[in-house]
């Protein structure tokens, strides 16, 4: 009890501005919290953004196969696998690009019979590079392995057009005319397949309305290279070490497929940077703000602190006098600022979290990176409290200084007059 009389009292007119100092730590806490957990939620969604964009993955590809267009759609023909794009990707020039890269041999199965047809694409991957890409949700069985020989991994839908399933085959006619025989060890429910060919034929596809290939067959490497009877690649994508490296990386491939003018690198990192400068420059207008209202705020606080430390020197000054020492003397000043600023910051906190809005669209030019989801979080908790600590710190300074530099008699006579 004694000790709480010590803090609290005696405040007179200068408890008044105490709690004024109050009031004004809490609004600044609400303020800040509340843009910081904006920028925090907006960092999110950029995050996001990057996530499903990419920006980091360049694509190389060959010009489009035009016999792909003139497949035939009846008759009694042979079946047939044609590549998307032509082959003239060496693997050795994209071997110096510096990043991840991950090959493809992208191929059309072609099956005529009658007035009936079935068109297949069969993409001939590097397992674990492609899943860093794409996205495969196996239904049943497994995906494929590296070691993996004359294995298949389809979708629901093609399984369906070949009427096979876990376990059955099909054949694959290869380039020197004998079929190919594939396992089937995987089924697919999902397939996102990372910048996929157009789709220009009828085929089976998981997503029917989709312009891109939404379906396939995949086989490793080494079988594609069996059924196509070559190394030369059709498409590949390079992944860079960050997406601010994508320029130079860039450069190094046109470089390299310089005499290749139907070879072509496409990135997506320019774009990406455009779409969300825009962004960044309302996220930094919220960082403004915020720091704007810790300064000022802050510094206001602290000068109504600063008065109350101030008014109250003579006690502490007694306080020394009657034996207290000097951690208890200290301990008696910064109870008031710290009951402070802890109200402040808690009440202030709490309002930014109840009256910042759930969900809410972030007002940007050209960005459109879905709703932002404000977010409380440690660091952000951390910061309000160190802007509270700070104001009671510069309040309190000058008293102490002051009591520091004087001795008790002094300081008591001083006070005194």
Do not use: C
């Amino acid at each position: 009890m004694i000790w709480a009389k010590l803090v609290f009292g005696g405040f007179g007119r200068r408890g008044f501005e105490a709690i004024v100092a109050l009031g004004v730590l809490a609004v600044a806490a609400a303020i800040v919290a509340g843009a910081m957990m904006v920028i925090e939620g907006a960092k999110g969604a950029m995050a996001r953004a990057e996530r499903e964009d990419r920006p980091d993955i360049i694509q190389v590809k060959s010009r489009f196969n035009r016999a792909v267009f003139e497949t035939p759609r009846t008759g009694n023909l042979p079946p047939l696998t044609l590549p998307v794009y032509e082959p003239l990707i060496d693997p050795e020039k994209l071997g110096a690009a510096a990043g991840i890269v991950v090959v493809r041999q992208s191929l059309l199965r072609n099956v005529v019979a009658g007035e009936s047809f079935l068109n297949l694409y069969i993409f001939g991957i590097e397992p674990e590079k492609e899943t860093r890409v794409s996205v495969f949700s196996v239904g049943r069985g497994r995906f494929l392995r590296s070691d993996d020989g004359a294995a298949a991994v389809l979708d629901h839908a093609s399984a369906q057009a070949l009427g096979v399933d876990l376990g059955g085959s099909f054949p694959v006619r290869k380039a020197d005319g004998q079929d190919l025989s594939l396992t089937v060890i995987g089924i697919l429910d999902r397939l996102e397949l990372r910048y996929a060919p157009p789709r220009t034929i009828d085929a089976p596809a998981l997503s029917p309305d989709s312009s891109y290939v939404s379906s396939g067959v995949f086989v490793t490497l080494h079988t594609s290279e069996e059924i196509f009877g070559r190394s030369t690649l059709t498409d590949a994508l390079v992944i860079a070490p960050a997406a601010r490296d994508v320029p130079s990386v860039v450069d190094g491939l046109r470089e390299a497929f310089r005499l290749e003018p139907a070879v072509f690198i496409t990135e997506h990192y320019g774009q990406f940077r455009r779409k969300v400068d825009d962004f960044a420059q309302t996220l930094a207008l919220f960082a403004i703000i915020g720091a704007s209202t810790a300064v000022l705020a802050g510094s206001f606080a602290a000068n109504l602190l600063h008065d109350v430390y101030a008014d109250r020197r003579r006690q502490y000054a007694m306080l020394l006098a009657i034996g207290f020492s000097p951690m208890q003397t200290t301990m008696v000043g910064i109870g008031v600022g710290i009951a402070a600023a802890s109200a402040g910051t808690i009440i202030g906190a709490l309002a930014a979290a109840g009256f910042t809005p759930r969900h809410f669209a972030m007002p940007s030019l050209m960005a459109d990176l879905g709703t932002i989801e404000p977010r409380f979080n440690g660091f952000i908790a951390a910061v309000v409290v160190g802007m509270a600590l700070a104001a009671v710190a510069l309040g309190i300074a000058p008293t102490a200084w002051w009591l520091h530099r004087r001795s008790v008699a002094g300081a008591l006579s001083e006070e005194g007059r």
